[in-house]
């Protein structure tokens, strides 16, 4: 039988929710993140923002100057947003028993054989968006083909709200159309040199030999390249994967040089990664900074902690030790910037990184603020109560 896997993708989800539950912001532009005056970045904005061309990991001194007055701003609320997002999960697992989240807003499902109890695959991507709506009150755009990419694809071709099947029969027209930036390894470095060469659609990068492929991109993203361009990808969806990591990273939709916007987002990056770590139960002891600098270059640096944390406080710091660490600070335009928390122990250890022992005991004040804190952002909102950090040092 046919594979047939689904993607679902919440429609501006923080924002979203944010009307949600307060109705007197519909309709209106909802930007969450920093408010106006700051120095931090939209997290994510709602519809009505983004017809002014406002988009996430805008500088919000930017995004403030284009947005009318009546516009709502929103600091995230990460607690709320998690417990929807886990009510989103389940009731996905009552249409398939093969879930795959791979964030906070979107999910894989293999919806193989589906269609002897449910029907064809818009009935199936009808019955998901459905189900999102009569639990939380949402819409989610969907996308159902053979595999991962074609999924993905299709749930990103009609937004917000939208539903798109691409049969195995049907992927190449579905393809063929598309801009060479759907494709993954295809960037603002590689785009340029392939559209020398007269190349503008994924249906002129199928029709080139494989080995111009390999000389222009290297064997590996050449090739990679040329099987996505056909429709090849992988067709598997995994519930049970251990996770590896936690990371949060954002693209910048104008190149940044700043460095307090990079500070900002790196603070707002390494609260979220310690929050999800904690509602977890998990604890890591290597800190990755994750930078792709203009055109596309991406590099990735690690810190490994004395003691294992998942204090916000302790992974902005090393990510920010780990960028100041560098000669781009200042100096190279960054695209994409995010944090990561790796190296699971079992028992986490809230260390300092500039501290002798490197250990705070369990059961600590410092052990016992994160309760608190974490306990009213479950209750009331992250908006209620939020811990300052410290500005480091030049």
């Known amino acids: 039988m046919p594979r047939l896997i689904m993607h679902v993708d919440l429609d501006a989800f923080y924002a979203a929710v944010e009307q949600r539950d307060r109705p007197e912001w519909r309709g209106r532009p909802v930007v969450v993140g920093a408010a106006p005056g700051g120095r931090g970045v939209v997290a ?118 939208g539903l798109t099947v691409v049969p195995a029969g ?21 785009a340029p040199r392939l559209e020398r060469l007269g190349l503008h659609s994924v249906g002129d990068i199928r029709r080139l030999p494989l080995e111009t492929l390999r000389r222009q991109l290297g064997a590996r993203a050449g090739t990679a390249v040329h099987q996505q361009a056909r429709g090849i990808a992988d067709d598997r969806v995994y519930p049970a994967r251990e996770r590896q990591s936690i990371s949060k990273e954002t693209t910048f939709g104008t190149d940044v040089t700043d460095p307090e916007v990079l500070r900002e987002t790196l603070r707002w990056a390494a609260q979220e990664v310690g929050y999800v770590a904690r509602q977890e139960g998990r604890a890591g002891s290597v800190v990755t900074l994750k930078v792709r600098l203009h055109p596309f270059e991406t590099h990735t640096r690690s810190g490994t902690l004395r003691a294992a944390t998942a204090d916000d406080r302790m992974l902005f710091r090393t990510a920010w030790a780990l960028l100041q660490a ?59 109560i939020q811990r300052g950090m410290a500005r480091p040092p030049s």
């Open 44 to 161: 994510t904005c709602s519809y009505e923002a983004r017809r002014y061309g406002v988009h996430s990991a805008m500088p919000i001194a930017v995004a403030a100057r284009r947005l009318p007055p009546e516009t709502v701003y929103v600091r995230p609320d990460m607690a709320r947003y998690a417990r929807v997002s886990r009510e989103i999960m389940t009731v996905l697992q009552t249409l398939s028993p093969v879930v795959e989240p791979v964030s906070i807003d979107e999910a894989y499902l293999d919806c193989t054989g589906l269609q002897r109890l449910i029907g064809p695959p818009e009935a199936i991507g009808r019955r998901a968006k459905a189900v999102i709506r009569e639990a939380v009150g949402l819409t989610a755009s969907v996308g159902l083909g053979p595999n991962r990419l074609i999924a993905k694809l299709a749930s990103d071709s009609h937004k917000p709200d």
């Open 170 to 190: 049907q992927v190449q027209a579905f393809l063929d159309p598309m801009p060479l930036a759907v494709l993954r390894g295809v960037g603002v470095k590689t």
């Open 326 to 384: 560098e000669h781009w600070l200042g100096r190279r335009a960054v695209r994409l910037i995010g944090v990561g928390l790796s190296g699971w122990h079992s028992e986490p250890e809230q260390g300092d990184l500039f501290a002798d022992s490197g250990v705070i005991p369990e059961g600590s004040d410092a052990d016992r603020l994160h309760e608190t804190l974490d306990a009213i952002r479950d209750k009331f909102g992250k908006g209620m």
